[in-house]
């Protein structure tokens, strides 16, 4: 692969030319998207930059700041293709979203996305951004990790493939989910059935995640057998965990109290996880969240990490990464509420 920049003719000192060769293995094709979609949304993403293709030569002319964003941009796709993973829309707003990350140090897509988490059931996940990279680097190196960032971020579905990777390697015993049910009072006893029918929709995205990772004819019998335990935040309360990866979701509607109580079930060779959005607390009336307060008391003691995604590691539509920084402007205005305890929960 070569490059040049040189001025290109008729056209002002400040604009440049450089030209980037797609390895002869590789087709324009596999570099550049069905139908040259990835290319489109490569211009979409550097909109100051011309792109022009001819056999395997990629030309770039734009301002050096946009030159060096979309040349960045090039070499991720063509890294990819060279990995045989597909280049898609999505993988370009990717890698954008990547080289604008002050903490990808100069990272290209391929080097995030070449850490395998899982690969069950035909499907591989990985991290997909910078920050997941670093939190799924984060738990296996800490005992306890705290994952804080907004909606969308895959906090609690890495999270959950972390601990089926361990439980499949035999590295646990033992796999445990839970999460705080806010309403577990007397506006949830108006919902129909026994004690557990009433707290399903609060685990249902936990379930969720399990479904996507194992053959759903197994979960049954693995609960049932008590290797994975998916229960309300109430039912820890007295254990001892051991051997096992305890992942505790929706983590700001907790009380210190409750948090305090969560953390002490801690046993030997256990890992925790502990996910939230301090953006989206449920509590009622005035209590304090626990997600909120555990940072300033657990802070520097040795084998806890404390891991914080963005908008930039949202991995859902890429929308979702729009609202959520489109909030975090409104909350800061003049009028804009800070008061988050009406909003509704968006999961994580």
């Known amino acids: 692969m070569t490059d040049a ?3 290109a003719p008729g056209r002002p000192p400040e604009i440049g030319e450089r030209r980037l060769s797609i390895p002869d293995n590789l087709s324009p094709f596999q570099v550049l ?14 909109p100051d930059t011309d792109v022009h293709v001819r056999g395997h030569q990629v030309t770039l002319r734009g301002t050096e700041d946009a030159l060096r964003r979309s040349e960045h941009l090039v070499r991720s796709l063509i890294d990819l293709a060279s990995r045989g993973q597909a280049v898609t829309v999505e993988a370009v707003q ?53 994952g804080i960032g907004p909606a969308g971020t895959g906090k609690t579905y890495l999270a959950v493939a972390m601990a089926v990777q361990k439980l499949l390697s035999k590295q646990i015993n033992r796999i445990i989910l839970t ?10 006893g108006f ?14 995205p936990l379930y969720d995640a399990l479904h996507d990772m194992l053959d759903p004819e197994s979960i049954p019998r693995l609960m049932a057998a008590g290797t994975i335990e998916v229960a309300p935040l109430a039912y820890m309360r007295g254990r001892t965990l ?14 210190p109290e409750q948090m305090k109580m969560f953390l002490t079930r801690l046993g030997f060779n256990s890992t925790m996880v502990v996910t939230g959005d301090v953006t989206q607390v449920d509590l009622p009336g005035a ?15 040795d084998d806890i990490s404390f891991c914080r995604l963005s908008s930039h590691d949202v991995v859902r539509h890429r929308l979702v990464s729009d609202i959520v920084e489109a909030y975090g402007r409104w909350e800061i205005r003049p009028g804009g509420s800070r008061d988050s305890r009406h909003r509704p929960t968006m999961g994580s």
């Not at 969240?289 to 555990?294: A, D, I, M, N, T």
């Open 191 to 204: 919902l129909p059935g026994g004690l557990n029918e009433k707290i399903d929709p609060y685990l249902r």
């Open 94 to 146: 990717r890698a954008a979203n990547l080289y604008g990350d002050d903490r990808a140090n100069g990272k290209k897509l391929e080097q995030v996305l070449s850490r395998t988490v899982l690969s069950s059931r035909g499907r591989t996940i990985r991290p997909k951004t910078m920050g997941q990279k670093t939190y799924i680097e984060t738990i296996e190196s800490s005992t306890i990790t705290f």
């Open 33 to 46: 998207g069905e139908n040259d979609q990835a290319l489109a949304a490569l211009e979409d993403a550097v």
């Open 179 to 188: 999460r705080p049910a806010v309403e577990a009072g007397e506006r949830l």
């Open 287 to 301: 209590q304090q969240s626990g997600l909120k307060v555990v940072e300033q008391v657990l802070s520097g003691i």
């Open 5 to 7: 920049l040189t001025p």
């Open 242 to 255: 051991n051997d096992a990866f305890i992942i505790l979701d929706e983590a700001q509607n907790t009380t």
